[in-house]
């Protein structure tokens, strides 16, 4: 057996909050329309000279330093993003210079949209046993508001942006996450434009059918992640689910009998952030102890492509 143990966690959220509020001014919307459909009160937006590099900078410093290792011990270095700076260098190989990590660290993007973190651990952990050093750093991180389309109010209500990190430490002796993924070729429910398309990148989803496809995917791959690591959902410590709207994960918790007090989100205030949800959770749970040393999170993310991913970390 081997596998990746969490050792610690970093994020970080843009300056400026933007609330319900401030939305009403722009778009043909209210508050109450956007807490009762979505759960979601603000969310954080890149101004002035913030950018996607800074705010994975931000994350990753935070997680390394809290490691206590050096950029020197890292291996793996990826990034789970659609919105990097740059198509090429991807904003993993910048940071390979930025942090000062090794020149053979293995340092790419990776874009399974809002499943994109989950895919990265489970990639890092794939990458790490055959790697000659033992730590990794995952990184989800977006910065959505720019692909944003305002004039479109069932969308642009619910995105928002930032970063979170995790540095993972690989052992022969340690559980496997036992990650479960899937795709479903779809390229009408949840699509952004390329470069070759000529069209504008902004985010086209329909909503109704997202939902539908979350609530199938979110109980369902909990469940085969529980089952292929031999852990009864009860003995599971918290669930980070991918935040993308209150209503689906409620759905999810009734649907998995799951105790509330263990899915405790924090969509009011960050919105929908894709790849970077999964991790900005972990954080903010690691930091205020609601994620303790020893303890198993469940992880899981669902969204574009269409795709999901879930997996076992434990703290280590
Ligand atoms: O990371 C994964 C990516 N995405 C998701 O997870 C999204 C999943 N889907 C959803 O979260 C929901 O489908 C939405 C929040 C996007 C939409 O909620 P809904 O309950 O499916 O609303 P709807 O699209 O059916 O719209 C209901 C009504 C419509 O008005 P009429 O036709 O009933 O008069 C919309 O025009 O709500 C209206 N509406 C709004 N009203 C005020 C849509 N957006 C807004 C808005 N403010 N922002």
Known sequence: ????????????????EVTNFDLEKKVDTSDEWIATRTGIRSRHYCSGD???????????????????????????????????????????????????LAEDTVCFDLNAACAGFVYGLHTA????????????????????????DFTDRSTCVLFGDGAGAVVVEWGADYPSICAVMGSRGNREVLYIPGVNTGSASYIHMDGKEVFRFAVEVLPRCTHEVAEKAGVPLEAIDRFVFHQANQR??????????????RCAGNIARTGNTSAASVPILLDELVTTGQLASGQKALCAGFGGGLTWAGCLLQLA
């Open 125 to 148: 952990e794939c990458l790490l046993a055959a790697s000659p050093r033992r730590y990794g750093l995952v990184i989800g991180c977006e910065v959505l508001s720019r692909i944003t």
């Open 1 to 16: 057996m081997s596998g990746i143990k969490l050792i610690s966690t970093g994020s970080a959220l843009p300056r400026q």
């Open 248 to 261: 689906i994960l409620d759905h999810a918790v009734r649907k998995l009998k799951l105790d509330p007090a």
């Open 50 to 100: 913030e950018s996607h590099l800074g705010l994975c900078m931000a994350a990753a410093r935070q997680a390394i330093q809290r490691a206590g290792v050096s950029p020197a011990d890292i291996g793996v270095c990826l990034v789970a993003t659609l919105t990097q700076d740059t198509m090429t260098p991807s904003a993993a190989c910048v940071l390979q210079k930025e942090l000062g």
